[in-house]
């Protein structure tokens, strides 16, 4: 068992200790290796001589109006990419397919909730972003401009973002779930002259009131720089649906009277594509500014190497693409590498809670990529659910959002990969807009709970406070040393925030801190321990969130677990676990008792939680993370911090509840 990592210093100077011992490994069989689209594991080591020939060789692989002369440019903390190159983005997604014999094959398979469905080919799709780039032409919309949108999951959200990326103006995707307040924030702080919206969307049989919330949003003039508000048609009677004259517009009537083809803008390398807001826990959304033949080029080699890609696969990211994960994963990633994308409008357990098996029986699904939050709910729903379905089409799966508790991992294998399927745990983030640790699944043995390795070209590595990078199986921060191509680039309207958010922590030293606390072991596999602020402080010891959850999932009776440090007079801090068990079990204090033990017989007598809540739901973010600091706010009895970003508040409002019951 790994124990005792010595480097890290994170709230008072001990170190993050590593505990989570995992000895099973599985490599890659022979018959995955064989077809696999990169199977020679000498390309770690060609990629770390020479990064930038690496990227520069993936970069070649797009469609440019103009080559680059130069391949990066590093003023820290501000990258380059492609100096000098001239592309379209949405043409590399569309137009050059349209050349072979991607021109009929289905770019976008849409499944919606109420169960209608479409396909739109590589033609339709370069159809439709055309068309609507005339939308926003005759808008007004130009190079440069910023423009909100506010859909569900359906194929107008990829039309429309690949339209703006067709005339060069600037996307701004809301998440359909985020209120008003958010939605009016985002739309401000961008200055977006354009809204799109739809009518609603369908979640759990209800339909999701887009358009009234968009129409609070600007009420009273408060977002004065939107002159016009776009609708899609999607769930209601258009009659029944208010439309403010002169400012709201029918997408489909637009598109009656809107030039049907535009010509692709020319753009430079470092034209910026998109902001994404990211909320962090605190303060105000911060604007992530992703620019373009970067971007691009790292999205299209992880969808290659990553996911294994090809023409024949039939791939389905669940993200929505209010994230970012939805703009590199569902939209950029895939039409780059001219995938067949499927696209699923509603909730995972609506109107059963076989939906997604069903979905990806029904469609052939050969490469599925979700998150932890989803495949714990599925274990906690049972295996019955899956087993009537027939899986047998898939042939990779992939995780992100969070730490995948090696226990989920295991269930994922086996449960739906059927043994079979590699499982890619890739570690990324809004900021870093792809994939930075990952398997290459024809190359790695995976280890469950661990990404494993850096992408090839990432320069990761795991560092004490003052920026040295720490022995094997040793606990610390989680960094870049070197730029990457899909890196943001700053924060929109806000440089400063930018330099200190991401680049002041190690000071001269030019180290991207991604706020993850890591080890890597003693094969150079990167565990991810979970926010560095979320760790615990017990009796002098730095304990990770991760670890102690992973070791609570891995007793038969729990689905899931959030641990948290709450003050402790002797101690410093104890550890307080809320608790979310399977169907069928129930919490008793025995079962408190039990998991105690569980805890601390795995991993270390430290690790034994003090308290055990039993809970039917955990409060998470709308991505599905789950939100420790208002678990803190419970434990210690405070009033709850900005709630805002919780799916669902009610969850943390009956947490409380019961906390303090359970204290009595
Ligand atoms: C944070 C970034 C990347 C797209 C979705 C989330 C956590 C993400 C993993 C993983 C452990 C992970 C990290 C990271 N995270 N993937 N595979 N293993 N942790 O994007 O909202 O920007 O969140 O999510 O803490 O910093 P995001």
Known sequence: MATA??????????????????????????????????????????????????????????????????????????????????????????????????????????????????????????????????????????????????????????????????????????????????????????????LITADGGWRRGNVVQLKLTADEALEGGACPTIENVVVYNRAADPRHVAMTEGRDHWWHRLMEISPKRVDPEVMDSEDPLYILYTSGSTGK?????????????????????????????????????????????????????????????????????????????????????????????????????????????????????????????????????????????????????????????????????????????????????NGDSVPPGSGGFLVMRTPWPSMLRTLWGDDDRYQKTYWSKFGSKNLYFAGDGARRDEDGYFWLLGRVDDIMLVAGHNISTMEVESALVSHPAVAEAAVIGRTHEIKGQAIAAFVTLKDGFRGTSELAGELKEHVAHHIGVICRPDDILFSAELPKTRSGKIMRRLLRDIAEGRALGDTTTLADPSVVAGLKDKYENAEG
């Not at 999951?153 to 779930?177: D, K, N, S, Y």
Request: glycine content about 8%; proline content about 6%; hydrophobic content about 40%.
């Open 5 to 194: 990592a010595n480097t890290m210093t994170s709230n008072d100077g001990a170190a993050i200790e590593a505990r989570l011992s995992e000895e099973r490994l599985f490599p890659p069989s022979e018959t995955f290796s064989a077809g696999a689209n990169i199977s020679d594991p000498a390309i770690y080591e060609k990629a770390g001589e020479n990064p930038e020939a690496f990227w520069a060789e993936w970069a070649r692989q797009l469609e440019w109006v103009e080559p680059f002369h130069t391949v990066c440019e590093w003023n820290p903390p501000h990258a380059k990419w492609f100096l000098g190159g001239k592309l379209n983005l949405a043409a590399n997604c569309l137009d050059r397919h349209l050349k072979n014999a991607r021109r009929n094959k289905a770019a976008i398979i849409f499944e919606g909730e109420p169960g209608d469905t479409r396909v739109l080919t590589y033609y339709d799709l370069w159809r439709e972003v055309n068309n609507f780039s005339g939308v926003l032409q005759h808008l007004g919309v130009g190079k440069g401009d910023r423009v909100t949108i506010y859909l569900p999951m359906i194929p107008e959200a990829a039309i429309a973002m690949l339209a703006c990326a067709r005339i060069g103006a600037i996307h701004t995707v809301v998440f359909g779930g985020f209120s008003a307040d958010s939605l009016r924030e985002r739309i401000n702080d961008s200055q977006s002259k354009v």
């Open 285 to 465: 959304p911060k604007g992530i500014l992703h620019t373009s033949a970067g971007y691009l080029t790292q999205a299209l080699a992880t969808m290659k190497w990553t996911f294994d890609i090809k023409d024949e696969d039939v791939y389905w990211c669940t993200a929505d693409v209010g994230w970012v994960t939805g703009h590199s994963y569902v939209v950029y990633g895939p039409l780059a590498a001219g995938a067949t994308v499927l696209m699923y409008e509603g909730a995972p357990d609506w109107p059963h809670r076989d939906r997604f098996w069903e979905v990806i029986e029904k469609y052939g699904v050969t490469v599925f990529y979700t998150a932890p939050t989803a495949i714990r709910a599925f274990m906690k729903w049972g295996t019955e659910h899956v087993e009537k379905h027939d899986l047998s089409s898939l042939r990779l799966l992939g995780s992100v959002g969070e730490p995948i508790n090696p226990e989920a991992w295991i269930w994922y294998h086996e449960q739906i990969g059927g043994g079979k399927c590699p499982i890619v745990d890739t570690w990324w983030q809004t900021e870093t807009g792809a994939h930075m640790i990952t398997p290459l699944p024809g190359v790695v043995s995976t280890k469950p709970g661990s990404a494993t390795r850096p992408f090839p070209g990432i320069g990761a590595d795991v560092v004490d406070e």
